[in-house]
């Protein structure tokens, strides 16, 4: 099993700043990929960025350029930094884990006014 905790969602304005963690613990293994996706009201999940162990990423469109992710593979944590927040933001985020496994943490609210 991996748990996943994740913290540092929150209020903020549009224009600001987040960054979110995700911290993995249990039988991680050394290969891995972790992400954060985002659901809003009405909408489907979708990916928002992903880092892998080896250190590729991906982003999803709308984010390029505004959020970074990045890993502490010593603490197994992974961080979303997301700065220039817009109102279309505003979502539940969730921290995804893949190996040959998949887990997800119990999400964490971001909410971006105008």
């Known amino acids: 099993q991996v748990q996943l905790v994740e913290s540092g969602g929150g209020l903020v304005q549009a224009g600001g700043s987040l960054r979110l963690s995700c911290a993995a613990s249990?039988?991680?293994?050394?290969?891995?990929?972790i992400g954060w996706y985002r659901q809003a009201p009405g909408k489907e999940r979708e990916l928002v960025a992903q880092i892998r162990s080896v250190g590729t990423t991906n982003y999803a469109d709308s984010v390029k350029g505004r959020f970074t992710i990045s890993r502490d593979n010593a603490k197994n944590t992974v961080y979303l930094q997301m700065n220039s927040l817009k109102p279309e933001d505003t979502a539940v985020y969730y921290c995804h884990y893949l190996d040959y496994r998949e887990y997800w943490g119990q999400g964490t609210q971001v909410t971006v006014s105008s």
């Open positions: 249990g039988s991680t293994s050394s290969i891995n990929a």
